[in-house]
C-alpha cells in the first residue's frame, strides 16, 4: 500500500524556535510537496521538489525553507516560527508526467504560542 | 493567475444527490481532479477527468466538465453519511522546465450529509 508519512501529527512550539516538518514516501515519486491548509484559505503551497536536491518557491515561502537531500525524503523548516505559522501542514508526494495525481499524509498540526 | 473557486458549505440528505461545483480560470489545464478529505485525515483522490472529455462516471461519481464555461461539478448519487468530508477541487498546471504537473487547489466545500 502506498504511503507518505508525516513525523508528527501534533506539535507545539513557541515564538522563535526552530521547527523541523519531515516527510518520508515510499512510492519513489519524483515530486513532493508541502502545503498549508487554513479554515477558509484551503491549501496554500508552500514549496515544492522535483528531485533531489531541487527546490522551488510555492505560492507562500516566506518563513520557511525546506531540504530534499534523499529522494524520499522533504523536510519542512521553519527557522524561527511565528504563531501566524501555527497551521495544518500536508505533504504530498507524485510521480512525474504523468497525471499529477498527489498523495498527501496525514497531516502535521502546528501550534506555536 | 490561476484561481479555484467553490462554495464552502453544502448540506444534503442522506439518500439524495449531491452536487458541487466548481470553476477554474485557467484554460491550459490537462487534468482536472477532485480530492476527498475526511475529518483528521490528508487529501486522498476521488476521481479526475482529462481536458478533452465532458463527462466521466465512476459508481455513483459522475463528473461533468464546460471548459467554455470553465466549470466543473461533482455529482454523489445516493449520498451516505460516510460521504460527509471536505471536497477540493483542483487544476493541473505544467512547470516549464521541470515538466511536472502542480495542482492548484480550491477553498473545499464542505459536505454535511443529514441522515
Known amino acids: 500500500d502506498v504511503k507518505v508519512t508525516q513525523s508528527s501529527r501534533y506539535l507545539v512550539k513557541r515564538t522563535g524556535e526552530k521547527v523541523f516538518l519531515e516527510c518520508v514516501q515510499d512510492?519513489?515519486?519524483?515530486?513532493m510537496f508541502w502545503y498549508r491548509q487554513d479554515p477558509g484559505l484551503g491549501l496554500r503551497l508552500i514549496y515544492f521538489s522535483y528531485d533531489v536536491k531541487m527546490k522551488e518557491k510555492g505560492d507562500i515561502p516566506e518563513g520557511y525553507s525546506v531540504s530534499r537531500e534523499k529522494k524520499e525524503r522533504f523536510s519542512l523548516i521553519l527557522e524561527s516560527a511565528s504563531t501566524n505559522q501555527t497551521s495544518m501542514y500536508l505533504c504530498a508526494s507524485s510521480f512525474a508526467q504523468v497525471t499529477g495525481e498527489l498523495f498527501f499524509g496525514e497531516g502535521s498540526r502546528l501550534t506555536v504560542l | 493567475g490561476e484561481d479555484v473557486e467553490q462554495s464552502l458549505f453544502l448540506s444534503v440528505r442522506e439518500g439524495d444527490s449531491s452536487v458541487i461545483n466548481c470553476t477554474y480560470t485557467?484554460?491550459?489545464?490537462?487534468?482536472l481532479y477532485w480530492y476527498k478529505q475526511e475529518p483528521g485525515a490528508g487529501l486522498q483522490l476521488l476521481t479526475y477527468?482529462?481536458?478533452?472529455?465532458d463527462m466521466k462516471q465512476d459508481q455513483r461519481l459522475t463528473v461533468l466538465l464546460n471548459k467554455k464555461d470553465k466549470h466543473l461539478s461533482l455529482r454523489i448519487a445516493d449520498t451516505q453519511t460516510g460521504d460527509s468530508a471536505i471536497y477540493f477541487c483542483a487544476e493541473s498546471r505544467t512547470e516549464s522546465g521541470a515538466g511536472s504537473y502542480q495542482l492548484t487547489f480550491g477553498k473545499g466545500t464542505k459536505l454535511s450529509v443529514i441522515p
Open positions: 485557467d484554460s491550459s489545464s490537462t487534468y
Open positions: 477527468i482529462f481536458s478533452n472529455m
Open positions: 512510492m519513489d515519486h519524483e515530486n
